[in-house]
C-alpha cells in the first residue's frame, strides 16, 4: 500500500519551521559590510536568487530564505558594484508599499522574490502569493491577490497556522 501523507496544513507549516530552523545556519548577509566588491558577495553568498537594474547605475540582488524562512535580503549594489546596504524586507510596511491596481506579478518577484507559496481560492480569479513573515516575534503570512492579468489586487495578513494543541475542550 503506498504512503500517504497525513500531516494537516499545520504539520505542514511546523515542517517548514523545523527547516528554516535547519537553515538558519546558514550565512546571514547582515555581516556584508558597506562597501564589499559584488564579487565577493557572489562568492560568500552565492548568485542572488533576483537582480533587477536600478535607475542610478546600480543593482539589487534579492535573496530569499522563502519557502522555509521568514526573510528576504535586498542587498543594493552602486554603480561601481560596491554594496550600498543590506535590508531584510519581509515586513508588514514594505507589503503596504504595494500599490493595488498599479504593482503586478514582476514587481512582486523583483521586490520580495519567489513567493513560499501560490494558491487559488474559490471567491477570488487569480492566485495568492504567500510569504512568510516575522515581526515582532509573531509569524504571519504575507497574501498578495493577483489577478489573471497579473496584476496585483490586494495585500492581507494571516497569523501563521501553528501545530499546537487546541486546549478548548
Not at 500531516?7 to 530552523?21: D, E, P
Not at 566588491?37 to 536600478?54: C, E, F, K, S, Y
Request: proline share 7%; with cysteine; aromatic share 8%.
Amino acid at each position: 500500500m503506498p504512503a500517504r501523507s497525513v500531516l494537516s496544513t499545520g504539520g505542514r507549516w511546523a515542517l517548514v519551521a523545523a527547516c528554516a530552523a535547519v537553515l538558519g545556519a546558514c550565512t546571514v548577509p547582515q555581516w556584508q559590510k558597506p562597501g564589499t566588491p559584488a564579487a565577493q558577495i557572489a562568492q560568500d553568498m552565492g548568485l542572488p536568487h533576483v537582480r533587477v537594474a536600478l535607475p542610478e547605475g546600480g543593482e539589487r540582488w534579492v535573496y530569499s530564505r522563502q519557502p522555509a524562512g521568514q526573510q528576504v535580503f535586498h542587498m543594493v549594489m552602486d554603480a561601481q558594484q560596491r554594496l550600498l546596504r543590506v535590508e531584510q524586507v519581509l515586513q508588514e510596511a514594505h507589503f503596504y508599499r504595494l500599490r493595488p491596481g498599479v504593482d503586478d506579478r514582476q514587481s512582486v518577484h523583483q521586490y520580495f522574490g519567489k513567493p513560499a507559496l501560490v494558491e487559488r481560492v474559490g471567491n477570488f480569479n487569480g492566485d495568492i502569493w504567500t510569504y512568510r513573515i516575522s515581526e515582532n516575534n509573531i509569524d504571519r503570512l504575507a497574501h498578495v491577490f493577483i489577478d489573471p492579468q497579473g496584476v496585483v489586487q490586494r495585500v492581507m495578513f494571516t497569523d501563521e497556522p501553528r501545530n499546537e494543541p487546541d486546549d478548548r475542550h
